[in-house]
């Protein structure tokens, strides 16, 4: 199972909108709405953003979404504030009933 | 609250064994899957294998099958990580990480994650 397609970074200002892809095939990221995305913070365990493509879980800021069209999710990030500078994952279920991540994406709020 | 307590860092030799523990506490041990991932100096998360506490049963990632033992304890409520044929290239840290069962496909709590180094 290949690793997800993720940019390796992309960087924004303040209050502005990010978004961060996230590329599969059909037997992950387009077959299932089983879409993950993880915020990591230096020497940090992951934290859950979004999950089942767009799902936020409580505690989680709305000015974070996401999306799925074909074989590509994507998580946006709107209103960038400086503690959203972190590495985020994507991750997917897959058909062999495993799971596979991204190889993550950096995120500089400049 | 929802906890993963994970056990402490390890050094071990190469062809060495390790065997990790993920104790949990604040939720009913076998309403969720255990995950485990691996996330190697400088790089990304890579998931192992996730076990069900409630019938043992696992699954593994292609890439550590037949060197990975992942288990379940429901008498402590620990579950535990087992990666034997250790080599350079293990170093890393290893988190553990639940999905609620039978539907979650995701990972929503997470432990501190516990470090293991591989050298001679």
């Known amino acids: 199972q290949s690793a997800l397609t993720q940019p390796a970074s992309v960087s924004g200002s303040p209050g502005q909108s990010i978004t961060i892809s996230c590329t599969g095939t059909s037997s992950d990221v387009g077959g299932y709405n089983y879409v993950s995305w993880y915020q990591q913070h230096p020497g940090k365990a992951p934290k859950l953003m979004i999950y089942d493509v767009s799902k936020r879980p409580s505690g989680v800021s709305n000015r974070f979404s996401g999306s799925k069209s074909g074989n590509t999710a994507s998580l946006t990030i709107s209103g960038l504030q400086a503690e959203d500078e972190a590495d985020y994952y994507c991750s997917s279920y897959t058909s062999s009933s495993t799971w596979v991540f991204g190889g993550g994406t950096k995120l500089t709020v400049l | 609250e929802v906890q993963l307590v994970q056990s402490g860092a390890e050094v071990k030799k190469p062809g060495a064994t390790v065997k990790i523990s993920c104790k949990v506490s604040g939720y009913t041990f076998t309403d969720y899957y255990m995950h485990w991932v691996q996330q190697a100096p400088g790089k990304g998360l890579e998931w192992m294998g996730l076990?069900?506490?409630?019938?043992?049963?696992?699954i593994y990632a292609e890439k550590f099958q037949g060197r990975v033992t992942i288990t379940a304890d429901t008498s402590t409520d620990t579950a535990y990580m087992e990666l034997s044929s250790l080599r350079s290239e293990d170093t890393a840290v290893y988190y553990c990480a639940t999905g609620r069962r039978p539907n979650s496909r995701y990972m929503d709590v997470w432990g501190k994650g516990t470090t293991v180094t591989v050298s001679s």
């Open positions: 076990v069900d506490p409630e019938d043992g049963e696992t």
